[in-house]
């Protein structure tokens, strides 16, 4: 979004008309346009792309292996939905992408995606619980009358 909104300022501050872009016409009805070239605006979408390689792609892998058999479906339904509910919310804001407000709607979106800068943080909280839960289920499990796993031992103990 920053990419965006960067390159959408330029675009206003390189043109005749200023924020006004979609309806800038000379006296001969030519529409003036900016000086800047189309390419610059591919960058914000190589980072869309590789971010919906990291998050979406690795969400679901990570969704799908983690789940149980008998709930994958619902995992993966639930993990899809709120992609859906992220799409009708991009809808709603539509009506608000015209020129004036374009740069607006951009630093906007910007500023919801500040909590999400704080999903490190999370991660790492998340992750190091996972980490221990799979050290957990992956140790043999002894209970009151001997191990349920025969172990074997090594050659520094003494019987």
Not at 138 to 144: A, I, K, R
Request: hydrophobic share 50%; charged share 15%.
């Amino acid at each position: 979004m920053i990419w965006a909104t960067v390159v959408q300022h330029y675009i206003y501050k390189t043109n005749v008309c200023g924020d006004r872009v979609a309806t800038c016409v000379d006296g001969d009805g030519n529409a003036l346009v900016s000086s800047l070239n189309i390419w610059i605006q591919t960058g914000s979408y190589v980072l869309l792309a590789f971010s919906e390689i990291m998050a979406s792609i690795t969400g679901l892998e990570y969704t799908f292996t983690k789940a149980p058999k008998s709930m994958r479906s619902l995992v993966m339904a639930l993990f899809l939905f709120m992609s859906a509910i992220a799409s009708a919310l991009g809808e709603a804001f539509v009506t608000l992408s015209t020129d004036p407000l374009l740069v607006l709607v951009l630093i906007g979106a910007r500023g919801s995606v500040e909590g999400i800068e704080l999903l490190p943080i999370f991660w790492w909280l998340c992750i190091t619980g996972l980490i221990y839960r799979a050290r957990v289920r992956s140790t043999p499990q002894f209970s009151f009358f001997g191990s349920s796993q025969k172990i074997i031992p090594g050659p520094d103990v003494h019987l």
